[in-house]
């Protein structure tokens, strides 16, 4: 298993809009046929922090980061950012 972690530090702006915002990458992703979980967390602490834990079956990570919907995240998450 590919276990990923990734921190996000949203602007303001979009603290109580970002998990709806980027609901399309989420779905995309928990479709794909490698993908054994893909979940966003928000920091109790800190509301404009947010964790996504991913999980692939091995081997699988390099075909997510080849999808159409993770290029489309690429271009667009830096907006939240």
Request: aromatic letters at 18%; proline letters at 5%.
């Amino acid at each position: 298993m590919i276990l990923i972690n990734v921190s996000f530090h949203i602007k303001p702006e979009y603290k109580d809009t970002f998990l709806d915002e980027v609901q399309w990458y989420t779905d995309a992703c928990n479709a794909e046929p490698g993908c054994l979980f893909f979940k966003w967390y928000a920091d109790p602490q800190d509301d404009q922090r947010f964790f996504l834990i991913e999980g692939y079956a091995d081997g699988t990570d390099v075909d997510h980061v080849n999808t159409e919907h993770f290029k489309r995240s690429c271009e667009e998450m830096p907006e939240y950012l």
